[in-house]
């Protein structure tokens, strides 16, 4: 049985039990029931649960809004502790409105096809919204390629950072199958940049640096997989739609009036 499941079962049988307690028959111990009680009670309480099944959905329901309720509260104030490395990292890339009212931050993957698949939705509200800061983290986590893909995106930020978005654009439309050495740098020269210069970049270990740091902080805020996305107090984990990142804003913003 999964933890969460037993603990929430073992909330109406606990009541139970201890309710039995208060008409132990006679000829119990003074510590509590005897061996013999005890399987009598075990028994009434197994059988009063399978004939109120309720009870355990309501535990169950009960226990997993308490947790939810508990974590969230616990990812607000891990975030609220890391703002800075969260939206003003100079090593971090920025785009939309770099003087937005609102900070969109996104951990993602070149090789995540959930990052490819909510790409053009994250690009949408950003620029249908024109208000909008949007923070790219680099969090290569599916292989050397991915860590490729990274360090070059890096680089280039490091050489050009006007063209980082773009290059970024390129990279994220690829398949992610495709994406790899041959593949990316072949979008560093269509931004215009020297694949050389690029690849030189590339061994500058302050890159390195920036993604263990990037790595560091997803585990601080317990991301485990991309894309992740981080607005205001909310952390918004997988491929989320339109809707659930342009409310993540709106509640943003109007907390920041308040």
């Known amino acids: 049985m ?8 073992a909330v109406p049988a606990l009541a139970l039990l201890l309710a039995s307690q208060a ?5 119990a111990s003074s510590h509590g029931l005897s061996p013999t009680q005890k399987k009598q009670v075990e028994e009434i309480i197994r059988q009063y649960l399978l004939q109120n099944p309720e009870i355990m959905v309501e535990a169950i329901n009960n226990l997993r809004t308490r947790e939810e309720a508990e974590q969230a509260k616990s990812i607000e104030t891990i975030l609220a502790g890391r703002r800075e490395d969260i939206e003003r ?5 920025v785009a939309g409105n770099v003087k937005g009212d609102v900070t969109l931050v996104e951990f993602f993957d070149y090789r995540c096809s959930f990052c490819k698949r909510v790409h053009e939705t ?4 950003v620029k249908s919204d024109g208000n909008i800061r949007f923070v790219y983290k680099e969090f290569p986590v599916l292989g050397p390629e ?5 360090r070059a995106a890096l680089a280039a930020f490091k050489l050009a950072p006007g063209k980082y978005p773009d290059l970024h654009d390129r990279i ?3 398949p992610a199958r495709t994406v790899g050495e041959e593949s990316v740098m072949a979008q560093v020269g269509a931004v215009g940049l020297d694949p050389k210069a690029v690849r030189k970049r590339m061994e500058d270990p302050a890159i390195l640096k920036e993604i263990e740091r990037t ?4 585990e601080a805020l317990r991301i485990r997989g991309t894309p992740s996305f981080v607005v205001g107090d909310m952390l918004i984990p997988g491929a989320t739609d339109e809707e659930t990142l342009k409310k993540a804003v709106a509640a943003a913003r109007a907390k920041k009036k308040s």
């Open 2 to 9: 999964p933890l969460r499941l037993a603990r929430a079962v």
């Open 23 to 27: 008409w132990a028959p006679a000829g």
């Open 89 to 93: 990292d100079p090593a971090s890339p």
């Open 122 to 125: 994250v690009r949408e509200v």
């Open 146 to 150: 991915s860590l490729f893909a990274a």
């Open 172 to 174: 994220m439309v690829l």
């Open 215 to 218: 790595l560091e902080l997803a």
